[in-house]
């Protein structure tokens, strides 16, 4: 039962639930940047591939956005943050930079793309 207790699970079902709302919000969800600016977002081309890697075919996925697996990875950090957070004492700042580099990388590819 201590096992339990310290997965709380669900709290990890919470966030796994929020997870899926985003996903299917995206599938229905029209790019403001694209819809008033006529450019592509620094995301645009993400939620393809993610359909993609639901079909295992990375190499399609990262044809459409290079940067899939960070999004990935940041959502199985937010899926189980607070083990993570306890396992390697991650505090509010070390998320706030992880959050900060995850953006200039997406940040600096668009710009990259555009040049």
Same mark, same amino acid.
């Given at each position: 039962?201590?096992s339990?207790?310290?997965?709380n699970?669900? #709290?990890?079902? $919470?966030r796994?639930?929020?997870i ?10 029209r790019?403001?940047?694209k819809?008033f600016l006529h450019v ?5 081309g993400?939620t393809?591939a993610m359909i993609f890697?639901? $079909?295992?075919?990375f190499r399609?996925?990262f044809?459409?956005h290079p940067?899939?697996?960070i999004?990935i990875?940041?959502?199985v950090?937010?899926?189980?943050r607070?083990q993570?957070?306890?396992?390697f004492?991650i505090?509010? $700042?070390? #998320?706030?930079?992880m ?6 990388i997406?940040?600096g590819?668009?710009?990259?793309m555009?040049?």
């Amino acid at each position: 039962m201590n096992s339990l207790k310290t997965l709380n699970i669900k #709290e990890i079902g $919470k966030r796994a639930g929020e997870i899926l709302l985003i996903f299917l919000f995206c599938l229905f969800y029209r790019c403001p940047f694209k819809l008033f600016l006529h450019v592509e977002c620094p995301g645009c081309g993400m939620t393809r591939a993610m359909i993609f890697v639901l $079909k295992l075919d990375f190499r399609q996925a990262f044809a459409y956005h290079p940067l899939f697996p960070i999004v990935i990875l940041g959502g199985v950090y937010y899926i189980f943050r607070t083990q993570l957070r306890r396992w390697f004492h991650i505090g509010a $700042k070390q #998320e706030n930079m992880m959050l900060l580099v995850a953006g200039m990388i997406f940040l600096g590819r668009w710009i990259w793309m555009r040049i």
